[in-house]
Structures are given as structure tokens and as C-alpha cells.
Nanobody, 118 residues
Framework: QVQLVESGGGSVQAGGSLRLSCEVSGSSLSTFIMGWYRQVADKQRELVAMQSAEGTTKYGDFVEGRFTISRDIGKNAVHLQMTSLRPEDTAVYYC????????????WGQGTQVTISS
């Protein structure tokens, strides 16, 4: 069974940086399209960043070059480096792992809170 464990959330001031991590257990990272999503209460969950096993990346329009998704093969983990954070980036951030071979195999972490103060 695949499990995703997120870490690295917290509170910082606007303009600061945070690095989120998601450790994957139960399967190899190469099996998945990895992504980060975020959700604010009463709003739809939205894509922050995603990366294919081949390294192709896609970011939400609001990222505007501030965030970087990366894979750590040795740790079977994916990271999201966030810089120039804004108050509107405040949300719960979720790690996602979707199988390359069966899109119905879609896994979520428990979420980590990111709070940006002005």
C-alpha cells in the first residue's frame, strides 16, 4: 500500500521561503506522476506543481517562477521549494502520487498547513 508523508509546512512572513517534502513508501517513485496541490477552505483543490517520472514539470499559473518541484530518488521523496511567498499562498498543501500505469491509482498525503503572514 502506498503511503505519502508530508513535512515542512509552517508559518513564515511574506517574501519568505519554505520547503515541503513528501516521502513515498510502498512503491518506487519512478512509478508515479508526482504532484503538489493546495486547498483553501470552501475552495476547490488546485494544482501547484507536478512532475512526470521523466522530469517534465507543470506549474499552476499563480506560481510565476517562485516554486520548484524536484525528486530525490535516493530518499524516494519529492520536494517543493517555495520562495517569495505571498499571503495568498496560505493553504493546506497536499502531496499526490498518481500511477503512470493506472490513473485510477491515485494517492494523497494527509496535508500540511502553510501560513503566510503579511
Amino acid at each position: 500500500q502506498v503511503q505519502l508523508v508530508e513535512s515542512g509546512g509552517g508559518s513564515v512572513q511574506a517574501g519568505g521561503s519554505l520547503r515541503l517534502s513528501c516521502e513515498v513508501s510502498g512503491s518506487s517513485l519512478s512509478t508515479f506522476i508526482m504532484g503538489w496541490y493546495r486547498q483553501v477552505a470552501d475552495k476547490q483543490r488546485e494544482l501547484v506543481a507536478m512532475q512526470s517520472a521523466e522530469g517534465t514539470t507543470k506549474y499552476g499559473d499563480f506560481v510565476e517562477g517562485r516554486f520548484t518541484i524536484s525528486r530525490d530518488i535516493g530518499k524516494n521523496a519529492v520536494h517543493l521549494q517555495m520562495t517569495s511567498l505571498r499571503p495568498e499562498d496560505t493553504a493546506v498543501y497536499y502531496c499526490n502520487a498518481r500511477s503512470r500505469f493506472d490513473l485510477r491509482d491515485n494517492n494523497w498525503g494527509q496535508g500540511t498547513q502553510v501560513t503566510i503572514s503579511s
